[in-house]
């Protein structure tokens, strides 16, 4: 075993037993580098990383490359999902350099920490159009030894040309509605018209460009932004990048079809496309998007849940396919059925309609494997509506059941802040949104909504000194929280809020908003460090600003702080969005689409603002009223006591609707108060 035995991170534990001599990151690697006069191998990645176990398999676990690494370098392994702020800055360089990144990331820096190489996956030897990693060790090692001077210069101006583009000029603030017309127009060239989703294969599901579109549709009542959602919404659920029988999405598919994913299953996902399906079932009324967030709620409260409250990260995309042998993994064995296995459980007559040809007929098409990978083998696909049809709602049933047996996918069992937050969320949307045609389940979700809350306030909230922690996993609480788990939570806390109107959620949020303008803003160019002052491990201190597959820290936070601040009239929330806004004004013109979310944020500060007060007893019908619409520019307040300018009417429940600081006569009936939301 080497020193990762000794840590928490289930990704660090997998490579414990390398024949590698690894060290996590901090200062005794690079003291060590620095002493024998060795360059720094980084590898980056996370547990759940079908890539990253390939390369442990064929270089990591390898005595020759191993040997290679040890005698050249000081080998560091690296969570990205437990150090995100490490990860954003040697990916950044690692995009600037080759023009792509992924996981896992390899990358070579000098005892000062300055990168001078880097990539993703390297083979064992050349192959794919990749050099082999013990060609590059190798070469990288001559380099050092014979020209180190070149590559100590080469890494310093890596790092001034990072620090200059971390740093934002200040623009105006203007032209904010040009920028998300921009972002419109770009996304419909690249929208798929027949399967949804954006570009060709690989296609991911970027939950923040949903958001985005359904803000623009809203706001512009533009058809095509709408449907564009729905369209993408519908193909996803069809295809095998949903589990068709245990609910919850993978996290990305490999071909335009949505057909064959890539079978690792993250909360982040999870959390930002129950909120989709929501939104979308708010706006149509269409009971099928409704159905989608069940089964996304169905999967993390059965399988992601610690028994405390909490949610775990991931699921891996590999699994053992026989009991006998745990350690033969392949990618998605738990999810795909040969058609034996197909006919053992269900009969010959019911497995013909999970098992026609290779594939399922679907408008007399036969959906093939692009890549040949899965053979032979089915990946569960929706070919038609299942709805009240009783024979596939059964062997749904019994392939559930039959799967349940088999080894499952290895489980990241950290729970981290952030994402927790996602899903905490999109528990309390699905709470409002369902609870007239899903009583039972809208309860079991706030519920389940505030007992995260509450494992986050015992495990990661040090109460006295107003700190949030990341992660915790086996008992232990670790890494001070960056700025989108205190974003995240944020969120959180104003969604529980809007669905109990527990005040003290409301007072939590505003000491984590200080909190996170103390340890993040820059109050003189504007906007939000990923990380606090200070941290003497990084080179470089970065504002992130890209909505990818989890929204940016400062694309949340400026959410967090307008929604927060409209509840609570806290008007120097409001100044820090402005400065915020102002600063990265210029890059989101640049390239909006890198930004959807930030630019719901501008929509949200510069468009029209409701706030909808009750007063009084709290009612039901009024509470569904306002819950059955699309209302994303609204804050929902039940002020206690009442506001003295804003009494119950009568004793009555009442709601007072305003706009744009001024508000309608109040109202005591649901009829009434949808007639005042239209």
């Given amino acids: 075993m080497n020193r990762l035995a000794k840590e928490k991170s289930p990704y660090l534990l997998q490579h414990a037993n390398n024949p590698v001599d690894w060290y996590a990151w901090g200062d005794e690697a690079?003291?060590?580098?620095?002493?024998?006069?060795?360059?720094?191998?980084?590898?980056?990645?996370?547990?759940?990383?079908?890539?990253?176990?390939?390369?442990?398999?064929?270089?990591?676990?390898?005595?020759?490359?191993?040997?290679?690494?040890?005698?050249?370098?000081?080998?560091?392994?690296?969570?990205?999902?437990?150090?995100?702020?490490?990860?954003?800055?040697?990916?950044?360089?690692?995009?600037?350099?080759?023009?792509?990144?992924?996981?896992?990331?390899?990358?070579?820096?000098?005892?000062?920490?300055?990168?001078?190489?880097?990539?993703?996956?390297?083979?064992?030897?050349?192959?794919?159009?990749?050099?082999?990693?013990?060609?590059?060790?190798?070469?990288?090692?001559?380099?050092?030894?014979?020209?180190?001077?070149?590559?100590?210069?080469?890494?310093?101006?890596?790092?001034?040309?990072?620090?200059?583009?971390?740093?934002?000029?200040?623009?105006?603030?203007?032209?904010?509605?040009?920028?998300?017309?921009?972002?419109?127009?770009?996304?419909?060239?690249?929208?798929?018209?027949?399967?949804?989703?954006?570009?060709?294969?690989?296609?991911?599901?970027?939950?923040?460009?949903?958001?985005?579109?359904?803000?623009?549709?809203?706001?512009?009542?533009?058809?095509?932004?709408?449907?564009?959602?729905?369209?993408?919404?519908?193909?996803?659920?069809?295809?095998?990048?949903?589990?068709?029988?245990?609910?919850?999405?993978?996290?990305?598919?490999?071909?335009?079809?949505?057909?064959?994913?890539?079978?690792?299953?993250?909360?982040?996902?999870?959390?930002?496309?129950?909120?989709?399906?929501?939104?979308?079932?708010?706006?149509?009324?269409?009971?099928?998007?409704?159905?989608?967030?069940?089964?996304?709620?169905?999967?993390?409260?059965?399988?992601?849940?610690?028994?405390?409250?909490?949610?775990?990260?991931?699921?891996?995309?590999?699994?053992?396919?026989?009991?006998?042998?745990?350690?033969?993994?392949?990618?998605?064995?738990?999810?795909?059925?040969?058609?034996?296995?197909?006919?053992?459980?269900?009969?010959?007559q019911d497995a013909a309609i999970f098992s026609r040809g290779y594939g399922v007929e679907e408008r007399g098409n036969v959906q093939e494997d692009p890549h040949g990978e899965f053979t032979g083998r089915n990946i569960l696909f929706q070919a038609r509506s299942a709805e009240d049809d009783g024979v596939i709602a059964k062997a749904r049933e019994t392939l559930l059941r039959v799967r349940s047996l088999r080894p499952r996918p290895h489980l990241d069992d950290k729970i981290l802040a952030g994402w927790n937050g996602l899903m905490i969320s999109a528990l309390a949307k699905g709470a409002q949104v369902l609870t007239r045609e899903y009583p039972e389940d809208a309860a079991k979700y706030q519920l389940a909504a505030r007992r995260a809350l509450d494992f986050i306030r015992g495990h990661l909230w040090n109460d006295a000194d107003s700190l949030l922690l990341r992660r915790y996993r086996d008992g232990e609480s670790a890494i001070e929280g960056f700025l989108d788990d205190y974003a995240c939570l944020i969120l959180a806390l104003i969604d529980m809020y809007e669905t109990s109107f527990d005040a003290y959620d409301l007072s939590w949020a505003a000491r984590l908003a200080e909190r996170a303008l103390n340890l993040f803003e820059d109050p003189e160019q504007g906007g939000y460090f990923s990380t606090p002052a200070g941290k003497a491990d990084l080179v470089l201190r970065l504002k992130d600003d890209y909505d990818g597959a989890e929204p940016s820290g400062n694309s949340m936070l400026t959410l967090a702080l307008l929604r927060l601040g409209r509840i609570l009239g806290r008007e120097d929330f409001g100044r820090s969005v402005e400065r915020a806004l102002a600063a990265f004004s210029p890059r989101v013109q640049a390239n909006p689409t890198a930004a959807p979310q930030m630019l719901v944020a501008q929509a949200l500060a510069s468009g029209k603002s409701m706030e909808i007060v009750l007063v009084g007893p709290l009612d039901g019908a009024m509470l569904a009223t306002i819950r059955q619409r699309f209302l994303p520019h609204a804050v929902v307040m039940h002020p206690e006591p009442a506001p003295v300018s804003m009494p119950p009417v009568d004793s009555k429940p009442t709601a007072y609707v305003c706009e744009n600081y001024a508000c309608k006569l109040p109202v005591t009936t649901a009829q009434a108060l949808a007639e005042t939301l239209q």
Wanted: proline share 5%; net charge negative; with cysteine.
């Fill in 30 to 348: 690079f003291e060590k580098a620095a002493r024998e006069d060795k360059p720094v191998f980084l590898s980056v990645g996370y547990s759940t990383c079908h890539w990253c176990h390939v390369m442990e398999r064929e270089s990591f676990e390898d005595a020759d490359i191993a040997r290679l690494l040890n005698e050249n370098f000081v080998p560091v392994k690296v969570d990205r999902e437990e150090r995100p702020d490490v990860d954003r800055i040697y990916m950044l360089f690692v995009q600037a350099a080759t023009g792509s990144g992924g996981w896992p990331m390899s990358v070579w820096l000098t005892p000062d920490r300055k990168p001078f190489f880097g990539g993703t996956y390297f083979p064992p030897d050349n192959r794919y159009g990749r050099p082999g990693f013990g060609s590059v060790l190798q070469s990288l090692a001559q380099a050092w030894r014979q020209g180190r001077a070149r590559v100590e210069q080469s890494g310093a101006q890596v790092i001034e040309q990072l620090r200059e583009y971390s740093n934002l000029a200040a623009g105006q603030g203007q032209g904010e509605g040009s920028a998300a017309d921009s972002a419109f127009h770009a996304f419909r060239r690249a929208f798929d018209p027949r399967l949804g989703g954006f570009g060709g294969a690989p296609k991911f599901p970027r939950p923040s460009v949903l958001n985005f579109l359904l803000r623009y549709h809203a706001s512009t009542k533009d058809e095509d932004a709408l449907e564009m959602v729905l369209v993408t919404l519908r193909e996803m659920a069809k295809g095998g990048m949903n589990d068709q029988l245990g609910g919850g999405f993978h996290r990305y598919s490999v071909d335009e079809h949505w057909f064959v994913p890539h079978f690792e299953k993250m909360l982040y996902d999870q959390g930002q496309l129950a909120v989709s399906y929501l939104e979308a079932y708010q706006i149509t009324a269409d009971a099928q998007y409704a159905g989608v967030a069940r089964s996304i709620f169905d999967y993390v409260l059965r399988d992601l849940a610690h028994p405390e409250g909490g949610f775990y990260s991931a699921e891996d995309a590999d699994s053992a396919s026989d009991p006998a042998h745990p350690h033969d993994k392949s990618e998605g064995a738990f999810y795909i059925w040969s058609r034996s296995e197909l006919v053992a459980a269900l009969g010959e």
